[in-house]
């Protein structure tokens, strides 16, 4: 009878109590983790809709942990049931897959009934990557990049461009100058210290430089393809 318990053990039925109480703490670490990221993710997409699959995500995991953490059969059966899935969605910034890993261990935290040290390492992190979050917002200096269309050629645009752009920003790199029939293009790479000192820019040009479009572009944030 020992080698047969040893081989096969059916182990503890899941206690339903449990598992209430555990979903009940992870909906609601994984609505903090949802806000979390709406409010310190950076990501141009929609954050709110990726933010609404973490409570799903972590709920799923917990479920899944806590059924077959206590038999070996369930746990093999698990591993090659899971070996057919695949994620067809792009996850087109690291920091996505960071909080769906997030939601993933704190889903298996709370599963393995590890309440305690699940709670406090969720919210320890959550809690640093908030002040590396506020911290990267609050960063001084910003590269952007500038571009201008002026529909005109009648002057000699460069110098005073030149001239506005220096006037406005710490430094400034002119990458791309198109001078066609009739119209000019223009690209810069500039740093700035604050929205002001783009405003000012902005309102210069249009000042100086009759019928001139600009567009500004921040291109540490562009979703990578």
Excluded: C, W
Aim: charged share 15%; hydrophobic share 50%; net charge negative.
């Amino acid at each position: 009878m020992e080698l047969q318990e040893l081989i096969y053990n059916p182990a503890d039925p899941l206690s339903i109590q449990t598992l209430v109480i555990n979903i009940g703490i992870g909906f609601i670490i994984s609505l903090v983790l949802r806000k979390h990221f709406i409010v310190f993710g950076s990501t141009l997409s929609n954050r709110h809709e990726l933010a609404s699959v973490f409570p799903f995500i972590l709920l799923t995991t917990l479920l899944i942990i806590m059924i077959v953490k206590s038999s070996l059969a369930l746990s093999l059966g698990l591993v090659g049931a899971l070996s057919i899935v695949r994620f067809r969605t792009p996850i087109k910034e690291p920091e996505e897959l960071a909080y769906l890993f997030m939601a993933i261990a704190i889903g298996l935290g709370l599963g393995a009934n590890q309440v305690i040290p699940t709670i406090i390492g969720s919210f320890l992190i959550l809690t640093l990557m908030a002040i590396l979050g506020k911290k990267k917002i609050n960063l001084n200096n910003k590269n952007i990049y500038l571009s201008l269309d002026i529909p005109s050629i009648n002057t000699n645009y460069l110098d005073q461009l030149n001239s506005i752009i220096a006037k406005h920003t710490l430094s400034y790199d002119l990458r791309r100058y198109d001078l066609r029939d009739n119209s000019i293009s223009a690209t810069y790479f500039i740093d700035v210290s604050s929205v002001e000192m783009l405003s000012n820019l902005s309102d210069d040009l249009a000042a100086n430089i009759e019928d001139v479009a600009l567009t500004f572009l921040d291109q540490n944030q562009m979703p990578s393809i």
